[in-house]
């Protein structure tokens, strides 16, 4: 059967919440610790985020969450064409120009961006809205951010090839219900992996972490970058939506209300963090003696928009995201390879100290 089109999915000039991604080529470990050479991949992982906070900063999305696993990765995106037609042509340009190679080449001098760069960009009307469009275009972002990273891990292993093995995967959420699961899914990838025992484990690449790392006063401040978790009107009571179910003008209103950031579900962050690690005792009992665990936090009950969450119905919508995600990355092989290395590879706590270095 044929893949349908992205476009009859995804159109970049809607509003929508999207799950994205993608798998290294050939299932390798190419950012984590390979099961079969032992070689030490995971500081790529580093530069995955570093570089995919770079371009969120530019492009007018909003990133709900994100995991990156040794050998593939998450993202849960809201596109924002609502924020880019509120640019003007100059901001366009110096957006576009911001996320394009700096580097010295031979048709470009690279350094700094030049008003001549700006003005030969602002005196093209198509050309203007053909960037319009890519700054909330989902596409264009996971591009620049796989591009790069695979051309840094090429050069470190001195090869040349693909280093994601197919079109990068996207799935709609249409409804609250599914993004809440699909967030719950992503920021629990670690720990369901066997990866972490702790949702802010600094072994994890997951934006959970990141998130309970500025609640705990680090210097690390996410605000730049990841949606915050509450809703507008959610923190005083009222009812919140998620941006598929408003109007245009509803999300301008919401917009200059609260600033660009939406936020991403209509509950509180202490409430999603309470429901993360009750999911996460049920696919790893083994957490229940985890110290960070709190007894109410297990006790409690956790509401969204003004009604109790159904633990059942959303463990059953985890399992389905989980098996969809699977499929379209191969989890049989995935499995097996997992499996390989828990029996082949040191634990974590074996190879604390110990960093395994490439291939030279």
């Given at each position: ?144 951010m796989c591009q790069t990273v695979a051309r840094q891990c090429n050069i470190e292993d001195g090869c040349t090839g693909h280093f994601f093995e197919d079109r990068f995967k996207l799935k709609p959420l249409e409804e609250q219900e599914d993004v809440l699961a699909c967030m719950a899914y992503v920021d629990l990838n670690p720990l369901r992996a066997h990866l972490a025992d702790l949702l802010d484990d600094p072994n994890a690449i997951v934006s959970i972490r990141e998130r309970l790392e500025t609640l705990d006063g680090n210097e690390v401040d996410t605000s730049d970058w990841l949606s915050p978790i509450e809703l507008f009107g959610e923190a005083d009571g009222l009812p919140g939506a998620v941006v598929n179910d ?115």
């Amino acid at each position: 059967m044929p893949r349908p089109n992205r476009s009859d999915v995804y159109d970049p000039t809607q509003h929508g919440v999207y799950h994205c991604f993608n798998r290294t080529t050939r299932r390798s470990y190419l950012h984590g610790i390979d099961p079969l050479t032992e070689y030490d991949y995971s500081h790529r992982r580093d530069w995955f985020r570093d570089r995919m906070k770079f371009l969120i900063k530019h492009f007018c999305l909003d990133l709900l969450s994100y995991a990156i696993m040794p050998n593939h990765w998450h993202c849960v995106i809201r596109n924002r064409p609502d924020l880019v037609e509120q640019l003007s042509d100059r901001q366009v340009a110096i957006r576009w120009l911001s996320l394009t190679s700096r580097k010295p080449t031979r048709g470009n001098k690279g350094g700094k961006i030049r008003k001549s760069e700006i003005d030969s960009i602002v005196n093209q009307p198509e050309r203007i809205e053909t960037l319009r469009v890519r700054l909330s275009d989902i596409s264009w972002f996971v591009k620049l951010m796989c591009q790069t990273v695979a051309r840094q891990c090429n050069i470190e292993d001195g090869c040349t090839g693909h280093f994601f093995e197919d079109r990068f995967k996207l799935k709609p959420l249409e409804e609250q219900e599914d993004v809440l699961a699909c967030m719950a899914y992503v920021d629990l990838n670690p720990l369901r992996a066997h990866l972490a025992d702790l949702l802010d484990d600094p072994n994890a690449i997951v934006s959970i972490r990141e998130r309970l790392e500025t609640l705990d006063g680090n210097e690390v401040d996410t605000s730049d970058w990841l949606s915050p978790i509450e809703l507008f009107g959610e923190a005083d009571g009222l009812p919140g939506a998620v941006v598929n179910d408003l109007s245009l003008e509803e999300v301008q209103s919401r917009r200059r209300q609260m600033g660009e950031n939406l936020g991403c579900l209509p509950m509180t962050f202490e409430a999603y963090v309470s429901l993360l690690w009750q999911l996460a005792i049920e696919s790893r009992p083994d957490l229940q003696g985890n110290p960070a665990l709190t007894a109410g936090q297990m006790r409690e009950v956790c509401w969204r928009d003004g009604q109790p969450i159904d633990l059942e119905l959303l463990k059953e919508q985890i399992k389905e995201l989980r098996r969809r995600s699977n499929a379209d990355l191969g989890g049989h092989a995935a499995i097996a390879s997992l499996k390989f290395m828990a029996r082949n590879i040191p634990s974590r706590k074996d190879r604390a100290g110990a960093k395994l270095a490439p291939p030279k």
